[in-house]
């Protein structure tokens, strides 16, 4: 079964709302989430390495403004994608390494498909 | 800067047929090298990890390569079956950060 659960999988809504998007690690502890986008036919980008109880990192290029991340406990991390516009639109997906290390294995979320009108 | 290329974006065998696709990179040496398995819509699987000083790593059906020298992978799908058509995606650790770095992907599929 599913050991990183991403919620919504899908939105739909107008230019100018925030969207929230929560991920949660169902049967470990996740000291460590990322958060990737991806466009059709691309692969994964990078955008932020969540931390619980500290600041996320952010990608060159990533506005942390406009995609906050909160990672409140050891269980869920969440990106909330603020006044958002057709250009935001992409599939969002987490993961987190089960191990706590970045460079070990992942488990990715289902993603959540954003599509703004 | 560091680079990855899946040298396919789509490949097409036959059901039975091995299926053999590349991951080839450049400008570091990762100390290891994992391979995830993407269907539409969903989120990658981990499928293996192979570490710099392993030659080659097998699980059922699949086997990976890991040459530093050429700087490339191998992934095999042997005994190939329709159930096998996805979009597989190299990784490998990102110089001096706690992450990976994703190649293009190459999208595979099984013909019955």
């Known amino acids: 079964g599913a050991v990183v659960s991403q919620h919504p999988s899908w939105v739909i809504c107008k230019s100018g709302t925030s969207v929230k998007i929560e991920c949660r690690s169902l049967d470990f502890q996740a000291t460590t989430m990322f958060w990737y986008r991806q466009f059709p036919k691309q692969s994964l980008m990078l955008m932020a390495t969540s931390n619980e109880g500290s600041k996320a990192t952010y990608e060159q290029g990533v506005e942390k403004d406009k995609f906050l991340i909160n990672h409140a406990s050891l269980t869920l991390s969440t990106l909330t994608v603020t006044s958002a516009h057709p250009e935001d639109s992409s599939f969002y997906i987490c993961?987190?390494?089960?191990?706590?290390?970045?460079?070990?294995?992942?488990?990715f979320g289902d993603g959540t498909r954003l599509s703004i009108l | 800067s560091q680079k990855i290329e899946q040298n396919s974006e789509a490949l097409n065998i036959q059901e039975g047929k091995t299926a053999t696709l590349t991951c080839n990179y450049t400008?570091?040496?990762?100390?290891?090298l994992q391979w995830y398995r993407q269907d539409p819509g969903r989120g990658p699987v981990f499928l293996l990890l192979i570490r710099e000083n392993e030659k080659e790593k097998r699980k059922e059906r699949l086997k990976v390569t890991f040459d530093t020298t050429l700087k490339q992978s191998l992934f095999h799908i042997t005994a190939s079956q329709p159930a096998d058509s996805a979009t597989y995606l190299c990784a490998l650790e990102r110089t001096g950060a706690n992450n990976l770095f994703f190649g293009t992907g190459t999208r595979l599929t099984v013909i019955p």
């Open positions: 400008n570091y040496s990762p100390a290891y």
């Open positions: 993961s987190a390494p089960r191990g706590g290390t970045g460079n070990q294995p992942q488990h």
